[in-house]
């Protein structure tokens, strides 16, 4: 039986096995005034909650507010529990895996090897809840993973060796797993979205840029590394 | 006791919201009924009928307020508590600056923020206005009203199709839109389907079948009942498959609706041959797949294992005499349940009569095996969908058990959003104890905000049989006949 | 690259703007999407079926586009000060007023004034009896300042002796002409008509237009669209506040008034004239405003307002997309204060073209950016910035060139579309001066007033039958 104060959220169709599934206690890994990243019993983030204003995260919920204070948390039988608050999906939501094969005539095979020389020296580089590192890192995975590059398959292996736990903070780390099979916040997949249809980049470039305090431009220069230039130019 | 009768002039507000405030100042102590509603015909009636006593000359803008109360300091307070509830703001959600004025038009709000998608529920006489300005400024646009003139519905149509826009609608209940559920709506997740349907609880019927076996839908795209007519000529249809053809997220398109106009069907058709992705048609008939087998077709055309849909409740009783009362919610549904039924009993009377088939009295007196759609324009100008507001179809189910020549009672009960948050506790309420077998369609989701089985155990509780299949739920009910036998 | 060959955009509902059902907006915002909710309600009774066939006119988004376009786009550059008779070909005996067009039966107390007041200043009748019944007899023909490209304020009354600001769009190729500010109190514009009024009358046209003419000739063109810019961000709004304007006129103007070599005490009185009465500038406001909406005229399809004009009787408004057909309703009394003893009782209706101002994005429509002015017309600085928010709702853009400082730099909004106001119930806010209803008493107060509903019913009217 649900009982409590029942409450809707939007979650990422990437938690459906999550919620399907039994249920599973978990921790607050991070707290911050719009999110909260939750930790399962492995200290592996696997669900962020998002409030009003926060960057949709691929593996996220959207709320309205924020849940009362309580120690008994847990995810599953189609619900996240949060003491008293119960909170079902009223909408399922597709995070953003973009795909532009279109795209892959911009890359720069220098970029790719240089990634594949650097990418441990990027790895938990910098402070913050997503160290910068991190976030070019991610850039380049889902633009690898757009253009369908065949460098891709390697650096997913040596990426899902390492023990990301201990080497970045445990929400990069789950950003980094899914930058891995392609998913991306929105603002990203915008802006690769206009690069490959070769349409006005400015709003979309000053969007991805108000993401955190760097990690918009961490992206950027992700994407820069595999992509530097954009399709017009190439096709010129 | 005191009845009281105020007239607003030109104080509109929409119906569902005066539902509500009338509901909430009814259960005020001395006060015996208010109504709130909007001076249209069919108001103006349901009020006459309860004995009040109306004012000459109002017009469908005007409010009328009408309060049968203990006394008159109960009146005059419910009048003030009337004040109060038409004066509270809803609390709006928004990305306006807080300082700024609510937008005044669909074309002012276009202007302050980036949307791509307007959805209309303003009066059909007036969604027209609302509508060419939401496409003028470039939005795709649901109508959600329906009495909306064929002529408009062209011209709007014509105007999407030159300018790459989408109109869905006149008289679109529901629509998936990237998984947001606009209108009438179930809880689905995204999948490899998109839909075209020119019928709501139809697509809610196929969501939700597709849901059962697993299978997700990204788009469902609602046309309205008229866009494969002849006159419209299926043009919202077209543009929504072209939609689903370029969206990366969707396999599989589907296109649902009532028999098109030959040259429109064929238009179909042949369009869906210049798509890149697989085209199942799914047109509802007599001699045609019904909504289930559409349901499994689609399955087939994704790689899903089909499974046959739910039934819950009890072992089927012995057939019994009488003749089978049909009380729906879904047009489609309803349709879809006639055309089973006139296979099998012949004569089907209803107020939406399928072709040769009978019509029913002003009064929807029942005779014989009898359908209604309480959904049906003539039943809901000027007052909320029987999915919100189940007390007219409640009101016949009582009548329909008490009648001795009701052998089954067939119903559908629709979850999702936009619908009654509980529709199975006062169904359930008015079943218990009854000794005329009741069969229930359930149509919804395993992640409807009511709960699927909740809702379901609620009902054979009471000891109904529900079905997830509406064709199933006929095909049950028919059989707990004699003379179908 | 034609746009039928792009790809559809995604379908995306990620922000929706909603009209009508409460509860479906509501069970969007349960779904955490982004709503905007209009503020729905019916559009005026009776204007359904006109409405509908106007917003099915597929021109009409691209037309009122472009009417703000050439609005915006618009110059006006003073050119020359000159006689009525020169710059218009009036004749004696020919007036010109404010507002539709008027017979002198059903004219007001200040318009009848001032046509009085003008009959004495040509030297037509010795006695005001003797004007007035020289006018009520049709020995003389007025008709509106608009029909000839000119705009005047209150009674707007034009003779062939006045002298006329001569204003230049050269973008567009039109002219626009308005009579010169008399000052404050007893003036002709509001129906004052006694021996002083017709004194400075003389005066004007004896020294303060030929002082004019030759600083005017002597400078070449001074830009008044570039002065309405810069006066917007002083804290003036171009209807009942232009003291920054007129100081940046006169500044323009003082060299070559210094230098004209006429009579030190004659120049002298021409900038103590100007410079103590703060409206002087008004009168280059309006015809530069006028330049602008008349440059948006006759554009097929488009519901954009380009006059709203009284003559103290009708309030009357032309819609680009009908050329200049007159709409008319009853002009209000203005809601506002009182000068010294008068109330609402000695006022007139509303009268005079300088709603040609907020036509064009200015005067209450450009109210945020004159705080210093809202007492003046009864409000507070919240319902200042409110009225400005509202204002771009019943527009069709907005003027980058006019920019409120204290909107974030935000444009004047500008292009009253009448299908908003039929939509929202909401009428334009238009700030104006109020005279009083007896001839001869001059102006009574200032405050704000609102076009009838009438107007814009017929114009929608006109519209669909244009459409059809």
């Not at chain 2, 469902?220 to 990366?248: I, Q």
């Not at chain 3, 804290?235 to 006129?249: Q, S």
């Not at chain 3, 210094?258 to 009465?277: H, K, L, Q």
């Not at chain 3, 330049?291 to 009708?314: E, F, H, W, Y």
């Amino acid at each position: 039986m649900r009982t409590g104060t029942a409450r809707p959220m939007a979650a990422s169709v990437l938690l459906a096995p999550l919620l399907d599934g039994p249920r599973r206690a978990l921790t607050v890994a991070h707290r911050s005034r719009l999110a909260l990243q939750l930790a399962d019993e492995h200290s592996r983030v696997v669900l962020g909650v998002m409030f009003p204003g926060a960057v949709r995260l691929p593996f996220g919920c959207a709320v309205a507010s924020s849940p009362s204070a309580s120690s008994s948390l847990s995810v599953g039988d189609g619900v996240l529990a949060w003491g008293d608050d119960v909170y079902t999906v009223a909408r399922w939501w597709r995070p953003a895996r973009p795909r532009h094969r279109t795209l892959g005539a911009a890359v720069d095979p220098d970029g790719v090897r240089r990634l594949l020389l650097r990418w441990r020296r990027l790895l938990g580089r910098g402070p913050g809840l997503t160290p910068y590192g991190d976030d070019v890192l991610c850039g380049a995975l889902v633009t690898l993973h757009a253009v369908d590059h065949p460098a891709l398959a390697a650096l997913r292996a040596m990426i899902s060796a390492t023990a990301l736990e201990s080497s970045t903070t445990a929400t990069s780390a789950s950003l980094l797993r899914a930058a891995c099979e392609g998913w991306c916040i929105d603002e990203l997949a915008d802006h690769l979205a206009a690069k490959a249809t070769g349409a006005r980049t400015a709003e979309t470039r000053a969007a991805l840029l108000r993401v955190g305090s760097s990690s918009g431009r961490g992206l950027l220069e992700g994407l820069a590394l595999i992509a530097p230039g954009n399709l017009r130019q190439v096709a010129a | 006791m005191t009845r009281t009768v105020q007239v607003r002039r030109g104080a509109y507000q929409d119906s569902v919201s005066l539902m509500l405030i009338s509901r909430e100042l009814s259960d005020r102590p001395g006060v015996a009924t208010v109504q709130v509603a909007m001076a249209t015909a069919l108001n103006l009636d349901l009020l006459s009928g309860l004995g009040f006593d109306l004012p000459e000359g109002t017009s469908p803008n005007d409010m009328v307020i009408a309060i049968d109360a203990a006394d008159p300091t109960a009146a005059e307070a419910t009048v003030a508590a009337l004040d109060e509830a038409l004066s509270r703001r809803p609390a709006t959600a928004g990305a306006l600056d807080p300082g700024a004025p609510p937008p005044a038009t669909i074309g002012a709000a276009a202007r302050r923020v980036d949307a791509s998608f307007a959805l209309i529920s303003t009066p059909g006489r007036t969604a027209t206005i609302d509508a060419a300005d939401a496409l003028a400024a470039g939005l795709d646009v649901m109508i959600f009203s329906d009495n909306v003139a064929l002529a408009h519905e062209v011209a709007l149509k014509r105007w999407a199709d030159d300018a790459g826009l989408l109109v869905m609608g006149p008289d679109c209940g529901t629509a998936v839109v990237g998984g947001v559920g606009l209108g009438f709506a179930n809880v689905v997740r995204p999948g490899p389907v998109g839909i075209v349907a020119a019928s709501g609880t139809g697509a809610q019927q196929l969501m939700s079948l597709l849901d059962g076996v697993g299978l997700g839908v990204t788009h469902c795209l609602g046309v309205g009942g008229r866009d494969l007519s002849a006159d419209v000529g299926g043009r919202s249809t077209l543009a929504a498959m072209d939609r689903l053809d370029a969206d990366a997220d969707v396999d599989t398109i589907v296109v649902i609706s009532k028999p098109p106009a030959p040259e429109v069907a064929e238009r179909v058709t042949s369009h869906a041959r210049t798509l890149g992705k697989p085209v199942v048609i799914g047109y509802l008939g007599v001699g045609r797949p019904d909504l289930t087998e559409t349901a499994r077709r689609v399955a087939e055309a994704t790689g899903t294992t089909w499974q046959p849909p739910r039934r819950w409740g009890a072992d089927a009783p012995a057939p019994r005499g009488g003749y089978l009362r049909g009380l729906f919610v879904g047009g489609t549904l309803c349709d879809e349940a006639m055309i089973l039924a006139a296979a099998t009993v012949g004569r089907v009377a209803s107020n939406i009569p399928l072709a040769g088939q009978p019509g029913l009295d002003a009064a929807l007196t029942s005779v014989g095996h009898t359908f209604i759609d309480f959904g049906d324009d003539q039943l809901t100008s000027g007052r909320p969908h029987p999915m919100i507001d189940p007390s007219l179809r409640l009101e016949r189910l009582r009548r329909e058990l008490a009648d001795p020549a009701c052998g089954v009672v067939l119903l559908d009960v629709v979850l999702g959003h936009g619908a009654h948050q509980d529709p199975a506790t006062d169904l359930a309420a008015t079943i218990h104890g009854s000794s005329t077998p009741v069969v229930a369609s359930l149509v919804g989701t395993r992640d409807d905000p009511q709960g699927l089985s909740d809702q379901a155990a609620r009902l054979v509780e009471a000891g109904a049989i529900v079905h997830a299949s509406n064709a199933a739920a006929t095909r049950e009910a028919l059989s707990l006949l004699e003379v179908a036998r | 690259m034609s746009t039928r060959q792009d790809p559809p955009r995604p379908l995306s509902a990620r922000t929706v703007v909603t009209a009508g059902a409460q509860l479906l907006a509501d069970a969007l915002t349960t779904q955490g999407v982004s709503t905007v909710p209009v503020t729905w309600a019916p559009p005026v009774a009776g204007t359904e079926e006109a409405l509908t066939t106007v917003m099915l006119d597929r021109r009409r988004a691209a037309a009122n586009a472009e009417a703000v376009r050439r609005m915006t786009s618009a110059r006006a550059a003073l050119v020359d000060v000159r006689p009525a008779a020169d710059a218009l070909g009036l004749q004696p005996g020919q007036f010109l007023h404010a507002g539709p067009p008027v017979t002198w039966e059903r004219a007001s107390g200040p318009l009848r004034g001032a046509l009085i007041g003008a009959v004495l200043f040509e030297g037509l009748a010795a006695t005001s009896e003797e004007a007035e019944s020289q006018l009520a007899s049709g020995r003389y023909s007025w008709e509106p300042c608009h029909a000839r490209g000119a705009v005047g304020p209150m009674a707007g009354v034009v003779s062939s002796s006045m002298w006329m600001l001569e204003l230049v769009d050269e973008v567009h190729g039109n002219t626009s002409w308005c009579s010169l500010n008399e000052g404050l109190g007893k003036v002709l514009r509001y129906g004052a008509y006694s021996p002083d009024v017709i004194e400075r009358l003389r005066w004007m046209t004896g020294v303060l237009g030929p002082a004019l003419q030759q600083a005017t000739r002597a400078h070449g063109p001074i830009d008044i669209i570039a002065i309405i810019a810069q006066m917007v961000q002083m804290g003036d709004e171009g209807h009942n506040r232009n003291r920054a304007g007129t100081l940046m006129l006169l500044k323009e103007w003082l060299p070559d008034l210094i230098t004209s070599g006429r009579d030190p005490d004659d120049v002298a009185e021409v900038v103590r004239f100007i410079s103590g009465n703060d409206h002087f500038f008004l009168n280059l406001v309006m015809p530069a405003c006028k330049l602008m909406t008349v440059a948006a005229a006759d554009i097929p399809g488009s519901s954009v307002v380009t006059a709203m004009a009284r003559n103290g009787t009708d309030f009357g408004i032309q819609v680009s997309g009908t050329g200049d057909r007159w709409y008319v309703g009853p002009a209000q009394i203005a809601d506002g204060l009182y000068l010294g003893t008068f109330g609402p009782d000695d006022a007139n209706p509303d009268i005079g073209d300088s709603a040609i101002a907020e036509t064009a994005g200015i005067g209450g429509f450009a109210m945020a950016t004159a705080p210093a002015i809202v007492r003046f017309v009864g409000g507070t600085v919240p319902d200042a910035l409110a009225t400005t928010l509202r204002m771009y709702d019943l527009c069709a853009g907005e003027n980058p060139g006019w920019a409120i400082p204290i909107m974030e730099f935000r444009g004047t909004p500008t292009g009253i579309d009448v299908t908003s106001v039929l939509r929202s119930g909401q009428l334009p806010q238009i700030n104006t001066g109020m005279a009083g209803k007896v001839a001869g008493t001059g102006q009574v107060g200032a405050g704000l007033v609102s076009p009838p509903m009438e107007c814009f019913i017929g114009a929608v009217e006109g519209l669909a039958s244009a459409a059809r």
